[in-house]
């Protein structure tokens, strides 16, 4: 079976006209013996019936939001997604779009990118917005790029409180390229301005701070940044949209790049992916940025529209010269979070925000009260990282017992931390979790 | 008719009430909390007609005949939508304990399977996000592999055909490799001479698209997997175009070491206007070391996990385990079809474009001589000649016929070329209804140009100045602009 | 652009593998298998594209301001749509064990509940399949209920004002009662005293609708609810209206004995092109013990039954317990409210009536002398006088300029009427630019009549014959018909 | 909160037009007496995260088809829906459209409902079909009421081999009419042509029949309607639209109406309802059809559409003289089932009942070699009675621990029947399924 729209009657009529005996001849040049060893051995067609049930069967296998409490963040949320943001985004004229180099055939994809770049300037502070990255990690995989690019420099200088994940994936990015970067210890869960300034010279590309940072904890961004710039360094700011309803914008203390993962935007998890790379700079970089851009302009008759615009940045006509390789993007995951800010608007996005704080904080403070403590006394949001008597594999083990997804492990990327957790509570977690989570960490 | 930006509905003051109340005591911030937060302010229902009504206003493979060339607009099962919403599928964190996430861990396995399975070679990874990742990480498998032998600093070139999509050689520079840009010969295939005598000692790998970007088969393919092999060089294949030979020949057969799918296009997960996709690449096993890390293992009990400890690995390429859940669509149309519906899909598309090239032919010039694969590419360069009429005049026609437009102006070594990829999840009636239209276009180009070079007539907009938005840049919009 | 018919889009031989391979031994028929089978036949693609585009030939509240006067088109949350299809509630049999299905069972008794608070009365019934069944399910216990007094053969009469729904007749007739319509006074309300007339021992009830179908309130429903009690009748009302006055003023208060909810009004159930609604019914207490059976109950331990054993009840109006989907959302929305949304809800549907009425009161004549509810009438009957243009030409007119037509011609006391509601889930800006479009229709009608008579002219087909469908009358398609 | 979409502004503007102070003065026609009684109780506002919690935690207190195997059918069935009914059935273009009144602006609902009643046509056999009725069991109280109108007589002749939750709302419909409803009696699990020949003559308005009937025994319906067409009484045929994939079609025995549930259509069984019933007759009785009927028709400029039309038989124009009361319908399910037979074709409607057939017949012979007795040896199609040797209550609470959703309690509405239950098999049971039950049954 497939989903093939052919009768046999059409494929006759069809070899008929092209004038062959039957579709294989179509195939004659590929030689007999290469077509002869094609056995796949994915075995025979699953019916819908039969796939459905076999795909349920493996859903069932995972613990899932709906009936655990997620206390576990690093870089993927459990925040509320409205009913309104699938019913819209999963919309068959949506969903089953191209890329809309067709402008006239595009218009509600584009206006919808066009909105959704305003919606993260709106968010950020930020000038421009691209149509969206891959993920959080590749942005500032590109940031790095288009930040060495700009200044023609090739160091950059990453804090280890950036999440462990992104700075994998800088380090794979830049493997073939010149750019070398430079990692910055942690003091207290923060980066120390001075460790930065130890190393920030007039052949830093740029500066990286996560805010917050992996841990949760507030950097001071605003003293990085001027020492950045007062070397002609960037400042390349990875925030987390769902913290921006109340604290300061990047663009309020002067980040030249901005980048984040969107998915606490209206995504679901979906294990890791897709989610969306949001990528903000100045608007001066345009003509340097990765990706596609959507400008305002008018038709024939003189009517405003929307199109795909600077395309001539990007690998479809610089090619080998292009600002990036991308090509397809998260452009689904982007319309996704625009319903998500339109829908939640100024207050809803305000009381994620204000809500994943005040939850993390009496987390903290009752397991604190409980006698479990958390690592170091920094300022943080809504993550925070806790000791553990024990390995953070066994006590997930035991919450998960308790339909609680524990935190995250880590001694898997910070061994000199011990045993320790780290933990986050977004605006789903209400009290009783809380009070649960509590009494199981100090049983 | 337009529909109004999103910020014009603002109204101060609205909003709907998604969150409960706080039931934990409050804290101060650490911080001053920001003051100004410029986000629109709209009630639900405004929310919902706004977009609905942007959806209508666009064209999609759900609403039309979508025959854009390379991109295999085929049909996305409504069942994929119907898996990946699943709580147990949707509402899982990627960093959940193994234990925890089996299911999960199960799919993206078996995905690796098949996926090296249906290419003949030996493992893949389910890591990259679209095909320019899936090439990059290829390259960089590519330059681990040179280097474990000590040959990285000795191979910089990386040997492209002038057909290839942009992609190809974009990701090549992102790995820091110098590109070499190949003639094709005059039917648009890979010159086996040209290939031979670019291929040396300093060269990388050769990228190859098969079929290629005028939907015709390599041929020679397996000589220049031997030229490339004879050098020490690897050979990367762009499989974007697999809806042509999936399940009538496996690329590791013919000689390939490593190769992407655009799942997107050959395994029906929905473009989305732009994405997810998801790349993966399926390498031969001299290349297994060096997949991408974390790869999805299962152990002798049966039990799966992320597998991190891979020292040779070129490393993530996404934060976590790349667009699970378009791979996880991508499995179940696998599934579905099996080893006799794969074999369907790849015959049926192929036919189809034979059609219409078949009824097309005596109209407009082709670039296909003889039979083509899943796409056929014909040039308007006559009818600009004669009477004006470009590639782009047709293309904007057609959605006045209710067709969206083919690719149009790739491959750049045909000139004024559209690039037809009918798939097949499209009926002989709608396959015939286009050639109609497009024999209709011929006779309009000779009988009345100015009404294909004012085209579109009937959409929500005319034709689009898209120079004017690179002069005037407006990528975001500001209260006062308006 | 029209689209085909489905049968046309059948190929022979297409379809799509939704069921397995049958798994068990077979047995032979006990019959005679029939032989031909003349359905359609269609690859899932064609199906997706046929319907998708045929929805977007509709309008409908998700994309167009509707406002249909007596109809309540008000924003219907996806939040509800969501909650409806949890396999918790979608994939639970009717006939389950209780034990099985508390959740269910709690839902609908909740939803009883409610609805008898809301009414001000003392239990509801949720089995009502829409308003006209509640009607009907209303009028059986009015029936019963005189019956158990023994002057069921006495009072065959049911006294209905002219400007009743036509449901209203038609429920009293299939309960066997005669009807009696009584004219309503000039400004359209109840007259007091020609009901007072109709009124005697052998009226069984009052049906009365408040606010009236002109958006009226009607302010001397106490004194017809006593002068109904006064000879032994009781009273119903039609609850279509209850946008206008929910949580305002409770119907029991005011004497009302029985009513019907439109959920698929008030409660923003969808209204799905024509259904499905529920028409709950809630009752004084006088009333309780007809109300159709099962009724949902709960005993001392909290644990949740039908119970069927109601033998003084009217019976059951529907083979399980109602349409429970519908009654889930409806509960959803009521629970999203509670008490302060209630209210806001009618505050702001009258306030928006009122403005529209304000805004349009000076270009059309209104039957609306005062302030109105939800809805406000205007009458074309002038301008039928003065320049041939009537409310017909107006409300196909209206699409013209975005908007679906206000109901026309209801209620029929009045000349050339249009009715319309604006609920209140319209912004300010909808509301204006609406009446904004009333106003220049109302100037083309001066100056360019034929423009109306002519109208729609942008939609997808033309003003449509509808004398012409029954004269001949085709009712399905048959392959020679075209 | 409500989900109104105007602001404090908005409404301050808008009294200031109308001339009011604030809204309340809107209100002044109430007497301020029963505006100060109207205390609705209903307690605080949910926002949408709580609401929908709440409706979870309920929709968790049920036993669902998504986990427990049913064997449950006697007029809900658990049949196969594929995926792509719900996703293009709850387009909010569909969805949230009102009545097809103005054609003009609902071309999209009425050719989907013109499309429906052809299918049905083409399922049932039948000449004609209306655009659906509430459910299958008002459709039969419709077709008694209308098969009165036209023969013009007051008797029908009703099996007790009928759902008797079909006949409980016939009562209902017919208490305050001219109609007497008499009931025939059932032998071995089918009626008797004999029994109805018995009170059959020139004063019954029709015989109504189900077939299969509630037991689902297969009912001599060709000979039962030839005795009834001699006595100039209709035929009346409750059908299951799932059988008849291969079951001969109601038309092709001569019935003059035929009703059911549509239901098995591709709609969800959500605890009864909304289903949808169906009501095809012959063309003849069209002026006296209860509901609305759509058919074709031209525009102004002569191209083809379609609209309502013979509006004159209902209740919005013909007030207490309609031919029914009924004025909204089930239009959004006639539009499921409309998608589903679409999707299934020819093959898959054929498939259905094919399956459903065979696996009730394997599951009875697998039962009866496992000494479950049924309770007659009458030819079925999908479901058919069996013997207890408890309470059907209790067996059912011990397969309910084995998620197995077990048979209808027979005893309720047939108490001289004993302990016995009516079993069902649709194709979504697996072998699997059926061998639990076997081997639970018998143990
Ligand atoms: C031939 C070819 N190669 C590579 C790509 C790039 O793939 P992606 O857009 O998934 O990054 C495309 C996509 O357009 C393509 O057509
Ligand atoms: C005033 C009034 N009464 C009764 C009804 C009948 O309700 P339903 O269509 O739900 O049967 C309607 C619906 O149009 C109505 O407007």
């Known amino acids: ?443 | 008719m337009s529909q109004p930006i999103l910020f014009e509905l603002s109204q101060p003051g609205l909003f709907n009430d998604y969150l409960p109340p706080l039931d934990v005591p409050t804290s101060d911030y650490p911080f001053e909390a920001r003051a100004e937060l410029p986000l629109p302010e709209l009630d639900e229902h405004s929310v919902v007609r706004h977009f609905t009504r942007l959806s209508q206003i666009n064209f999609s493979i759900d609403t039309h005949f979508y025959p854009l060339g390379s991109c295999t607009m085929k049909y996305n099962p409504k069942l994929n939508e119907a898996v990946a919403a699943m709580p147990g599928f949707a509402g899982v964190h990627p960093l959940q304990d193994a234990a925890t996430c089996q299911g999960w861990l199960e799919v993206l396995f078996e995905a690796q399977n098949v996926l090296a399975k249906i290419a003949g070679l030996h493992d893949a990874s389910v890591q990259p996000l679209a095909g320019a990742q899936g090439e990059f990480a290829g390259l960089l498998m590519i330059r681990a592999y040179h280097e474990a032998r000590g040959e990285a600093t000795q191979r910089r070139r990386i040997v492209v055909p002038d057909s290839a999509h942009g992609t190809n050689p974009a990701s090549a520079a992102r790995c820091g490799y110098d590109v070499t840009s190949v003639h094709s010969n005059e039917a648009g295939c890979v010159d086996i001479e040209a290939m031979r005598a670019a291929i040396g000692p300093d060269v990388a790998a050769v990228m190859i698209t098969n079929p290629n970007t005028l939907g015709v088969f390599e041929t020679q393919l397996v000589e220049l997997c031997e030229i490339a092999h004879e050098n020490g060089a690897l050979v990367y294949m762009d499989g974007a175009n697999m809806n042509a030979i999936v399940g009538q020949v496996r690329p590791g057969d013919m000689g390939i070491d490593v190769m992407h799918y655009n799942v997107h296009k050959t395994f029906s997960t929905p473009h989305g206007g732009g994405g997810p996709g998801a790349g993966p690449v399926a390498v031969r096993d001299i290349l297994i070391p060096f997949l991408p890390s974390p790869h999805v293992v299962k152990d002798e009990d049966g039990a799966f996990a992320w597998d991190f400890n891979r020292p040779e690995s070129v490393g993530a390429l996404h934060a976590f385990g790349g667009n699970a859940g378009v791979i996880l669509r991508a499995l179940t149309y696998i599934w579905r079809h099996g080893d006799s519906g794969i074999k369907e899909i790849s015959s049926d598309a192929v036919l189809a474009a034979n059609y219409i090239l078949a009824r097309l032919k005596d109209t407009y010039e082709t670039a296909n001589e003889n039979v083509c694969k899943h796409e056929c590419v014909l040039s308007l360069a006559n009818f600009k000649t004669e009477y004006g009429v470009t590639a782009l005049d047709v293309a904007k026609r057609l959605p006045d016929y209710g067709f969206h437009a083919p690719t149009m102006y790739f491959p750049t070594i045909i000139k004024e070329s559209l690039m037809i990829e009918p798939t097949e999840t499209e009926t002989k009636a709608t396959l015939d209804e286009f050639c109609d239209a497009m024999i209709a276009i011929a006779e309009e180009a000779r009988t009345n140009a100015d009404l294909l070079h004012n085209a579109p007539h009937t959409l929500s907009v005319g034709r689009m100045d898209e120079a004017n938005a690179a002069r005037c840049l407006n990528l975001c919009w500001i209260q006062e602009a308006l």
Not at chain 1, 160 to 169: D, Q
Not at chain 1, 361 to 381: C, I, M, R, S
């Open chain 1, 1 to 443: 079976m497939s989903y093939s729209a052919l009768t046999a009657a059409d494929r006759a009529a069809m070899c008929e006209r092209i004038g062959i005996d039957s579709p294989a001849d179509l195939f004659h040049d590929i030689r007999q013996s290469l077509r002869d060893q094609a056995e796949l051995g994915l075995g025979a067609p699953l019916s819908e019936m039969e796939a459905r049930r076999r795909m349920a069967k493996l859903a069932s296998k995972n613990l899932d939001f709906s009936t655990a409490a997620c206390f576990l963040g690093a870089g993927s949320y459990d925040h509320y997604i409205p009913a309104v943001v699938p019913a819209l985004a999963l919309r068959g004229e949506f969903a089953t779009a191209y890329t809309p180099y067709q402008a006239e055939t595009s218009q509600g994809t584009l206006q919808v990118i066009y909105e959704f770049q305003t919606l993260l300037c709106q968010l950020s502070g930020m000038e421009m917005a691209n149509a969206s990255l891959y993920d959080g990690a590749t942005a500032l995989a590109e940031a790095l790029i288009m930040a060495s690019a700009s200044t023609k420099r090739d160091r950059v200088l990453m804090p280890r409180a950036v999440s462990p994940f992104y700075r994998r994936v800088a380090k794979t990015y830049t493997q073939g390229l010149k750019l070398d970067i430079e990692e910055i210890a942690f003091d207290k869960g923060a980066t120390p301005l001075a460790s930065i300034e130890e190393q920030l010279d007039e052949t830093v590309a740029a500066v990286v701070i996560q805010q917050p940072n992996f841990f949760g904890t507030l950097e001071e961004v605003k003293a990085i940044g001027e020492a950045a710039h007062a070397k002609g360094a960037l400042l390349i700011v990875v925030f987390n949209p769902a913290t921006l309803g109340i604290l300061p914008a990047p663009g309020s203390y002067d980040a030249d790049i901005a980048i984040a993962e969107g998915q606490p935007l209206g995504i679901a998890s979906s294990f890791g992916g897709p989610g969306v790379g949001l990528f903000c700079c100045r608007k001066k970089f345009a003509r340097l940025a990765p990706g596609r851009l959507v400008g305002t302009t008018t038709d024939a008759n003189g009517n405003p529209g929307f199109t795909l615009t600077l395309q001539t940045r990007e690998q479809h006509i610089r090619r080998e010269k292009a600002t990036s390789n991308i090509c397809t993007n998260q452009a689904l995951m982007a319309l996704m979070a625009t319903i998500y800010l339109a829908a939640m608007g100024k207050q809803g996005v305000r009381g994620v925000a204000e809500q994943s704080f005040q939850k993390a904080h009496y987390a903290a403070e009752q397991l604190k009260n409980a006698g479990v403590e958390t690592l170091w006394d920094a300022p943080f949001f809504h993550e925070w990282a806790i000791k553990l008597p024990k390995p953070a594999r066994e006590i997930n083990a035991m919450l998960a017992q308790h339909n609680i997804i524990g935190g995250y492990d880590l001694s898997r990327d910070y061994p000199e931390l011990g045993d320790a957790m780290l933990l986050c509570c977004t605006e789903q977690r209400t009290r009783e979790d809380i009070d649960k989570l509590v009494e199981l960490l100090s049983a």
